[in-house]
């Protein structure tokens, strides 16, 4: 019978894998969407430019686009929506993540900033999502069916625009992008 002999050096090396396999296996920064059974968080961009009256029925302009959701660190699906003969660009926001919600003493009303990262062509702008949650629920519950999360402003730079009569179509929120001649979003 063979004496299995472990060096110094070979528990070190167990020691430090083990080590490795435990740390990397925690997540401190996974992304927790709040959940909400009601959710208005649609965007509808539209584009003007001095150059091109409607850039988003160019095909090149679009395929130069990504939204990319900051919270989620994760790509946003986004398409050319027609609305009345109008195209918009279209995408989802991110959910804000559960530890970033503001709660009132109540736990009623909450509020939460995601940022979306929106590059076109090589030019780059962050987008700040503002959102409001309430639970209607009679006691407030986060699992109940009386939830609702509303995105209820969008700023870029020094320009906002807030949820209401003229800026809403379909639920979704409308922001207007202007690109000047350099192509900088505005």
């Known amino acids: 019978m063979k004496k299995l002999i472990y060096t110094s050096s070979a528990w070190t090396g167990f020691f430090f894998l083990a080590a490795t396999l435990i740390l990397c296996s ?34 090149r302009f679009v395929a130069g686009i990504t939204v990319f959701g900051n919270e989620s660190h994760a790509q946003l699906p986004c398409t050319v929506k027609k609305i009345n003969g109008k195209p918009y660009l279209f995408f989802v926001a991110d959910l804000p993540d559960a530890k970033n919600m503001k709660f009132t003493g109540d736990q009623k009303k909450a509020t939460a900033m995601t940022e979306i990262t929106l590059k076109v062509n090589k030019e780059k702008a962050t987008l700040k999502c503002y959102f409001q949650y309430q639970d209607a629920s009679k006691p407030p519950m986060p699992t109940a069916s009386n939830t609702s999360i509303i995105l209820e402003s969008i700023t870029l730079d020094r320009k906002t625009i807030k949820r209401g009569n003229k800026t809403v179509i379909d639920g979704n929120l409308v922001f207007p992008l202007q690109m000047d001649a350099k192509g900088k979003l505005h």
Do not use: M, V, W
């Not at 709040?34 to 584009?47: N, P, W």
């Open 26 to 59: 925690c997540h401190k920064d996974e992304y927790s969407p709040i959940s909400a059974t009601k959710q208005q968080r649609g965007i509808l961009l539209t584009f003007s430019s001095e150059s091109n009256k409607k850039p988003l029925d160019d095909n």
